[in-house]
Nanobody
C-alpha cells in the first residue's frame, strides 16, 4: 500500500532553517509528481510546493518562494523540503502528498497523504 512518512520537523528560531524529508513506499515513486502542503490548526490546508516526477520542474506558493526548495531523490524514494529564513507564520504541520492534477495550483487534488510533521518557528 502507498505510504508517505514525513520527518524533520521541530522547533526553530525565526530566520533559521529546517529540512523536511518524506519517505515514500508502495508505488513507483519516480513516476509520480509530489507535493508539500501545510496546515495550521483551525485553518485550511495551504499548498506549499510541487515537483514533477523527474525533478526538472518545481512550483512554489508566493508565501515561500525564494525561501523554500523542494527536491527529490528518485533512487532513494525520498522527497525533501529545504526551508530557510523561516518566519513565525511558517508554523504549521507539513504534509507530503501525491497530486493527481495540474501542478502549481492550490486546489489540485491529492490522493495520498502522509501523517505530517510539525514545524514551529518561535523565539
Amino acid at each position: 500500500q502507498v505510504q508517505l512518512v514525513e520527518s524533520g520537523g521541530g522547533l526553530v528560531q525565526p530566520g533559521g532553517s529546517l529540512r523536511l524529508s518524506c519517505a515514500a513506499s508502495g508505488f513507483t515513486f519516480a513516476t509520480y509528481d509530489m507535493s508539500w502542503v501545510r496546515q495550521v490548526p483551525g485553518k485550511g490546508r495551504e499548498w506549499v510546493s510541487d515537483i514533477n516526477s523527474d525533478g526538472t520542474n518545481t512550483y512554489y506558493a508566493d508565501s515561500v518562494k525564494g525561501r523554500f526548495t523542494i527536491s527529490r531523490d528518485n533512487a532513494g524514494n525520498m522527497l525533501y523540503l529545504q526551508m530557510n529564513s523561516l518566519k513565525p507564520e511558517d508554523t504549521a504541520a507539513y504534509f507530503c502528498a501525491r497530486p493527481v492534477g495540474f501542478l502549481g495550483l492550490e486546489n489540485t487534488r491529492r490522493d495520498y497523504w502522509g501523517q505530517g510533521t510539525q514545524v514551529t518557528v518561535s523565539s
